[in-house]
């Protein structure tokens, strides 16, 4: 079982930036594929980005590619999400996720240990 644990979520105005971290442990990290779900108030969960063991493939959901990045440091066992320009849209609980196999995925039921979220919270 891997444990996660994210830190950095807070309130921004719009337009400001944050950077999410996510502290892996547990596991052999350097092995998973690593990603960032949110949930906003009466939504469903959603894809946010998601990157390879190598961290040299990431994906993104449209709605924040350009505005979004998620790396991973293998030797500290961490991954982030970097966060610019952001949009009261963007307001929700972010959680780092694990995935179950070596490919990344948008589908939450292909991640099988996840963070206890962090509040990300922008005002306009």
């Known amino acids: 079982q891997v444990q996660l644990v994210e830190s950095g979520g807070g309130l921004v105005q719009a337009g400001g930036s944050l950077r999410l971290s996510c502290a892996a442990s547990g596991g052999t990290f350097s092995r998973y594929v690593m990603g960032w779900f949110r949930q906003a108030p009466g939504k469903e969960r959603e894809f946010v980005a998601a990157t390879t063991a190598s961290g040299n493939t990431t994906k993104y959901a449209d709605s924040v590619k350009g505005r979004f990045t998620i790396s991973r440091d293998n030797a500290k066992n961490m991954v982030y999400l970097q966060m610019n320009n952001l949009k009261s849209e963007d307001t929700a609980v972010y959680y780092c996720?694990?995935?179950?196999?070596?490919?990344?995925?948008?589908?939450?039921?292909?991640?099988?240990?996840w963070g206890q979220g962090t509040q990300v919270t922008v005002s306009s």
């Open positions: 996720v694990k995935a179950i196999g070596a490919v990344v995925t948008t589908s939450w039921s292909r991640y099988d240990n």
